[in-house]
């Protein structure tokens, strides 16, 4: 048989606009809205607990030393980092990523705004004393956390698409961006546990919504592709 008339057995690698839903991310939705519950449950008024005062302070007094990297890394819970790594991830050709970031970043953001709004509670300086307080101190109401809504929130639809290293590389820092709020006395510990669940529930909302791609689903790709090429390097050898 000729070359001309012969298969290849090259796979098919379509990419996919519409990726299938799972129904782990109706449970993350369940379990992120309850863990948002359970940390407004505890809120009276400006007054701050004795176990939510000492994890407060106890972060909040670590050393100077720290506050380079933190400050560094805390920026990615800023606002403006949702379009930057939606940018990002564009430029990779990763067009569905890019939309998911955006999505669940900006849903985070404006979502934290509503609920700071409605539950006005004060930010450490106003409601404890001998507050450690590092750069420009926060303005406007505490809870939830905005910083760690956003940052958790682009973790969430960003590990979906990501490698292992990849995957802890965005939860460790949606974990300093949470911890950092505390350390540089901007956030009380309730309002970053509310911020992140809330950022996780919004992340799982977006998977739910428009689906999400199998953790393997990439090494699978590239497997496959492999297989490929080694099965048309045999055929070329046979012939």
Not at 20 to 39: D, G, Y
Not at 45 to 63: C, D, H, I, K, S
Not at 103 to 132: I, S
Not at 145 to 151: C, D, E, F, R
């Amino acid at each position: 048989m000729s070359d001309t008339g012969e298969k290849t057995d090259r796979p098919a690698l379509p990419r996919r606009i519409l990726h299938p839903r799972h129904t782990k991310h109706l449970w993350h939705l369940l379990l992120a809205s309850f863990v948002l519950v359970l940390s407004a449950l505890p809120l009276r008024g400006n007054t701050v607990g004795t176990p939510e005062r000492a994890v407060f302070e106890f972060v909040n007094q670590w050393p100077e030393a720290f506050y380079g990297v933190v400050w560094t890394v805390m920026q990615l819970g800023n606002i403006l980092a949702v379009p930057a790594t939606a940018a990002i991830a564009a430029a990779f050709r990763r067009i569905r990523l890019s939309f998911d970031l955006l999505a669940a970043g900006t849903a985070a953001w404006l979502l934290a705004q509503v609920v700071k709004g409605a539950v006005d509670r004060g930010r450490p300086g106003d409601l404890l004393d001998e507050v450690v307080m590092r750069g420009e101190p926060a303005v406007g109401y505490g809870y939830v956390s905005g910083h760690s809504a956003v940052a958790v929130a682009l973790a969430t639809v960003a590990s979906h698409y990501l490698g292992p290293a990849g995957r802890a590389l965005v939860w460790t820092t949606a974990a300093i961006v949470c911890i950092g709020r505390m350390y540089v006395g901007a956030h009380l510990p309730l309002d970053v546990l509310g911020g992140a669940a809330m950022g996780w529930a919004i992340g799982a909302l977006v998977h739910i919504a428009l689906g999400a791609p199998h953790r393997d689903q990439s090494k699978r790709r590239e497997t496959s592709g492999t297989e490929g090429q080694r099965a048309g390097t045999r055929k070329g050898r046979s012939r």
